[in-house]
């Protein structure tokens, strides 16, 4: 009898499916309110949004860029210099006044002056711009590669969300359909408890039969109970996916019920999962990156940078703006390592490991990903064939169940012999239906896997 109870919990799956093939108009508003408003897809998306930024900023650098800068000091004290102009010059001005009968040179006083300028202002323009820097042209191909990784990381995250908002409703469907069964199985056991009072009343039974009617009873309460709770947790699971409240109820779609399995070409499906699927496509975008660094690098072994800039202003003591303190310069500037202790080889060489890894690494996803769809393919396979083997096997139970429900009502049966018929026949529907499941999850397995 627990394996019965088992069986019955999972008797609606027969009625559900993953695929596309008939798409559910709920569902699919369902899966994209999941899209637009599910936390973790959000996070990719800023994730992707800050990339583009940097995108936008290795473009900026192949522009010039302009400055402005001001500066006003005011200082007291700090090191200072002594000037003995006076010792120096005095005495020979004092002879050549004397030689001369003049006064016109004068007599000077020893200075001190401090290093910190005080009074003093630079205003100016600055501008620089890189005539050539391999740096600028290969970060901004490193960068746009990284955002094609991450669009292609966030799609493969959009699959996985929709077959998980899908799932996700199906296993509430589930819960759904199984409170029905067992509610529709209490109806069946109270009509037979109705029965057999009455075969007690008319002498025809003992109490026994009764008190076995309400064990049975007792038991679909309690599955009902659990299966309340249950239905609230898979409720809770959609909401959280989709980013609502809890607690907020969900449409059921019945048109799932009627859906059904499609075919599907086994080289078909190969080649469409290694055509489509994202991973692959993030990993191709992460190559792509790691040779673009390999190329820079590679670069910088044997490419200078070159510079041009230029800066105009004003300045000196006082703050004013005038010929005196107007000033104006250009620079041309050239850069090459000639020695670095061979860091650049060895940049050259750690840039190539990497690319030949993330190749070895593509080619081994590639594989996994053909085995994956042809594992699926095959499990899909044998799900069939079981299936139509548990059918066969229903058919006979129901003809049996249907000879000894007619005996017990008519008095030549024992009340155990019909319990046991009515245990073969659950059990070989829900052998049934848990067959036509297994196919149901087959199918939603290689459709993922096929990134369909």
Known sequence: MRTIRIFLLLVCLACYHITLAQPSAILEAYVQEGLANNLALRQQSLDLQRSMESVRQARSLFFPTVQFNATYTRATGGRQIELPLGDLLNPVYGTLNQLLQTN??????????????????????KVAYPLFNSDL????????????????????????????????????????????????SREV???????????????????????????????AETEI??????????????????????????????????????AYDRAGLVQNALAGRQELAALSAGQAAAESVLKM??????????????????????????????????????????????????KVQQARIETEKLRAQQDEVRQQIALQVTQASNELENARNVWNTSRQGLVAAEEIFRIVNNKYRANQALLIEFLDAQNRVTAARLQTVLAWAEVLVKEAEVRKAAGM
């Open 104 to 125: 016109a040179f004068p007599t000077l006083e020893n200075r001190t002056e401090q290093f910190l300028p005080d009074d003093f202002h630079e205003t100016y323009l």
């Open 137 to 184: 042209k290969y970060n901004r191909k490193i960068q746009e590669h990284v955002v094609a990784s991450k669009v292609a990381t966030k799609a493969a995250y959009e699959h996985e969300l929709r077959y998980q908002i899908t799932d996700a409703y199906l296993r509430y469907l589930q819960t759904r359909e199984a409170e029905k069964i067992w509610l529709n």
């Open 189 to 219: 056991l109270q009509e037979l408890r109705r029965f057999n009072e009455s075969l007690v009343k008319n002498n025809v039974a003992t109490r026994d039969v009764v008190a076995t009617a309400d064990y049975e009873l007792s038991k």
């Open 225 to 262: 109970f659990q299966l309340k709770s249950r239905q609230n947790t898979a409720r809770a699971y959609f909401n959280f996916l989709i980013n609502r409240d809890l607690q907020t109820d969900v449409v059921v779609d019945s048109t799932l019920l009627r859906q059904d399995v499609q």
């Open 297 to 346: 690098n590679e670069a910088n072994r044997i490419l200078p940078d070159l510079y041009i800039g230029g800066q105009v202003g004003f300045q000196g003591f006082g703050y004013k703006f005038n010929g005196d303190q107007a000033y104006a310069l250009a620079q041309i500037g050239l850069s090459y390592d000639l020695f670095g202790g061979g860091m650049k080889n060895s």
